[in-house]
């Protein structure tokens, strides 16, 4: 500190992927957060700020927000010290674990971890000391097709590669809206800038949407598609390439297996064959197929409108496929895999899939990387005798609204002996909690842009600072990971930490010529820092542009990441294939069985009658799924939560706008408020995640009374698309009818 009680402090926002540069002018004394601006000289967002830019800061200063752990009682909530709640939490979960078996204790980890290094790097150690096959999370409403189709084809779920937007001249973006999500596994901040610069060089960008969506309008091109189609348009786009002698593998022709395979297994699909269930004609898709082969720097880019559908890894394989078949993966300007400095993408040793080790108990359903589908959380938590679930821990997830079912997810909560929420909000779910454990927030701890600096435009390092010291008594996520385990246990949490980094030593030092000097070294030359920081060091320093601890001195520590106020860029996106791949014989198999074996599910599928009306979700800028409704700059403002309709359907259905309409589907009905709008296409609704703020319970009472809206998920089943295990949120059928009377 100077003498001025002002400082400025560069750092990443932890809000959405794009992980935008960030200057915050701060008070230390009166701990306030003056001002939060883009920072002009981050390489990567050049000044960008979204609206979500103040989250964190109003987080943190939330009045709502927990800063102790509390214990439900009859009486409502009560403060508890840490040491009373954290040993009540291992006691009971000891207990239950000891009585019914470790799968009596499920888990649900929340997208929000994403955003946060140091959870991240606790999380499997928290995993397996829990060991439970009742594991779910937010990845299978997400983007658990793109893990599969990865793994399968490239040997590594989170192999994911990422369109060179900086260098392609043709875009193709299907089930993604950039503009408002500000890009899902492809981490640019302002993307709209970067489409611009695209189109300015005489690029073009294709969107293919059941909306007309704020990308597709700045798009060359628009196309609407049938919610849950897009399988079948890539399956006939891959017999296009076959049938006009198109495939061009280019470099990777050597390794890559199953060309003619494949060729068999799209030959039913014809452009003409899929034109009425995709409602794109047969000439639009032939046409949008050579066009893309005429392209200098063609890129196909597939994001969540694409996985949770009910071919939801078929078509995401197939976006992989067409990419590998048209000389388009590991190119500048094509799909690229990131090289980020932690070392995530390097050439690690094969591991066989982790699918199928273990099957949901209420209907048999295999588990993917460890984790059941989180469609069926709500059954899974209901069963009943003896392999009931009788406590739930929840990691920063908000279930209740993000999960289909999300209704049956809290009345099962509600019957559990046992609920500890790892959270900082009395939410819709952690309501029906006994204990919460509240983290510090974003300001008050560091954090590592690790997971997004796999997913990005040029590959990068990022370190934020701490930007308020915790206060005091108040604890980390990764340190209530750490406590729970170990009290679980009967352990003390600092030597499972201490065990952790011995673990992980040994592990990273296992192929040196003397492993046990090589972990000595590398202890002592970490010393400085504790804990995630420490394994940060040890990340970057061993990671692909590391000092490698001496052997390659100019190379990056996390003394030199830190220093760096705004990031450092590590260059364009390089060639990784075929080093980086992972699977068993370091080839790619473009035929895996797991996806193949679901082609006859499509084939049945296609032979069904179209339904006549189908719902899809759609994001807002300033929301982020269920999470900053309780905000007030997020929460005012028109109504969000509403159903966009075609106005051919408001007229056949006699819907009118900003009056209320009845949407029914197998499962519930919700009245919410009609907008009328061609954006929409023909039979398709869209309706919003995140809302249904309307539990009592909730202690966020400005998304109660200002924005509580509705829930997407209480209409949503357990459907799921098969391989993957992931829900099917869009697509879903739907009727819609009129009310009468104002919502
Ligand atoms: N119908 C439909 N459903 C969807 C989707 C959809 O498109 N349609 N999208 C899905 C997707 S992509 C996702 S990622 C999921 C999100 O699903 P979830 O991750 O379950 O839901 P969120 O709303 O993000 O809830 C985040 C929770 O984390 C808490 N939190 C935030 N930051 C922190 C922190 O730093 N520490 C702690 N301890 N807690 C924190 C918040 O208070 C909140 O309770 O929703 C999915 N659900
Ligand atoms: N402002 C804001 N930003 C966010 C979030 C947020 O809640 N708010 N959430 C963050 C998270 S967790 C994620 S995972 C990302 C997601 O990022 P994106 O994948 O860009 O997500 P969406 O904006 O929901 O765009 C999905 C699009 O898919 C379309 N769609 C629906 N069904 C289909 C279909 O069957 N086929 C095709 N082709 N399209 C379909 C929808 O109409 C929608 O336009 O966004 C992140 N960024
Ligand atoms: S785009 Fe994302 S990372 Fe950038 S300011 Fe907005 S919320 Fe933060
Ligand atoms: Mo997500």
Not at 47 to 57: D, E, H, M, P, T
Not at 371 to 388: F, I, Q, T, V
Not at 480 to 497: F, Q
Not at 520 to 539: C, G, N, P, V
Request: contains cysteine; negative net charge.
């Amino acid at each position: 500190m100077t003498e001025s009680a002002t400082e400025t402090i560069y750092r990443s926002c932890p809000t959405c992927e794009a992980s935008c540069g960030l200057v915050l002018e701060v008070d230390q004394d009166a701990r306030q957060v003056i001002s939060i601006k883009g920072d002009a000289d981050d390489p990567r967002s050049r000044g960008y700020v979204c609206a979500k830019s103040q989250a964190f800061n109003h987080i943190h200063e939330d009045p709502e927000r927990l800063r102790e752990p509390v214990r439900r009682t009859a009486d409502g909530w009560e403060s508890i010290s840490w040491e009373e709640a954290l040993s009540e939490v291992g006691e009971r979960l000891h207990g239950i674990r000891e009585q019914y078996g470790k799968d009596a204790i499920a888990m649900y980890y929340g997208n929000p971890n994403g955003h946060n290094f140091n959870t991240q790097i606790y999380t499997e150690l928290f995993i397996n000391m829990l060991n439970t096959e009742r594991f779910f999370s937010a990845g299978s409403v997400d983007q658990q097709p793109k893990n599969l189709a990865c793994e399968l084809l490239y040997g590594n779920a989170w192999l994911i590669p990422v369109p060179d937007l900086e260098r392609t001249d043709f875009l193709v973006c299907m089930g993604g809206n950039p503009l408002v999500s500000q890009g899902s596994l492809l981490g640019a901040p302002d993307i709209k800038a970067r489409l611009q610069e695209l189109h300015e060089r005489g690029g073009r960008t294709v969107v293919l949407d059941p909306r007309r969506t704020e990308t597709a309008e700045v798009a060359q091109q628009h196309l609407f598609i049938r919610p849950g189609s897009d399988a079948f348009l890539l399956l006939a786009w891959v017999n296009e390439l076959f049938s006009n002698d198109w495939v061009t593998v280019g470099a990777l022709a050597p390794i890559v297996d199953g060309v003619m395979e494949l060729r068999q297994l799209v030959a039913p699909y014809t452009a003409a064959s899929v034109a009425a269930v995709t409602g794109i004609d047969a000439a639009t898709i032939r046409q949008l197929v050579a066009d893309f082969h005429a392209a200098d720097n063609p890129v196909l880019y597939g994001r969540i409108g694409l996985c949770t559908q009910e071919f939801g890894t078929v078509a995401s394989w197939l976006v992989e496929v067409i990419n590998i078949l048209s000389g388009r993966l590991d190119v500048p300007g094509g799909s690229m895999i990131a090289r980020p400095a932690t070392g995530q993408n390097e050439p690690l040793p094969y591991q066989p899939l982790k699918h199928g080790r273990w099957k949901s108990r209420a209907r048999g359903f295999p588990e993917y990387m460890g984790m059941l589908p989180a469609s069926l959380m709500a059954e899974e938590l209901s069963c009943e005798g003896a392999d009931a679930v009788h406590a739930l821990i929840t990691v920063a997830g908000n279930p209740v609204l993000s999960v289909p079912n999300g209704k049956a997810v809290r009345s099962a909560m509600e019957k559990l002996d046992f609920v500890v929420a790892l959270d900082f909000y009395i939410n819709e779910t952690t309501a029906a909690a006994d204990i919460i454990l509240p983290s510090t927030t974003q300001l008050e701890h560091s954090n590592y842009d690790f997971l997004f600096s796999a997913f990005c435009q040029r590959n990068f390092a990022r370190y934020s600072p701490q930007v308020f010291a915790a206060a005091d008594d108040s604890r980390e996520q990764y340190e209530l990971l750490l406590e729970v385990a170990a009290r679980m246990n009967g352990m003390e949490a600092a030597d499972l930490n201490a065990m952790m980094l011995d673990g992980m030593l040994a592990q990273i030092c296992a192929a040196a010529a003397d492993p046990e000097a090589r972990a000595a070294q590398i202890k002592a030359a970490t010393e400085q820092y504790r804990d995630s920081e420490r394994f940060l060091d040890i990340l970057l320093r061993l990671g692909p542009y590391g000092d490698q601890f001496g052997d390659n001195p100019d190379g990056l520590t996390l003394a030199k990441v830190s220093a760096a106020e705004h990031g450092i860029d590590l260059g364009p996106l390089q060639s990784m294939l075929p080093h980086a791949l992972r699977t068993e014989n370091k080839r790619i198999n473009l035929v895996p069985a797991l996806i193949v074996n679901d082609l006859p599910r499509a084939a049945l599928a296609l032979q069904r009658p179209l339904p006549d009306l189908v719902m899809v979700g759609r994001r807002h800028i300033r929301d982020m799924n269920s999470w900053l409704h309780n905000l007030v700059p997020y929460a005012r403002g028109k109504n969000r939560c509403t159903l966009l309709v075609n106005p051919q359907d408001a007229t056949r259905l006699a819907l009118h706008e900003g009056q209320p309409a009845e949407i029914t589907t197998a499962v519930g009905s919700q009245v919410l408020e009609v907008v009328v709008s061609d954006e929409m296409m023909p039979g398709v609704v869209s309706f919003p995640h995140g809302f249904g703020h309307t539990y009592a319970d909730s202690g966020q009472s400005t998304a109660r009374q200002r924005l509580p809206g509705v829930s997407a998920n209480d209409l949503v089943d357990e459907t799921l698309d098969v391989p993957s295990g992931t829900s099917v949120v869009n697509g879903v059928p739907v009727s819609v009818k009129p009310v009468t009377g104002v919502p």
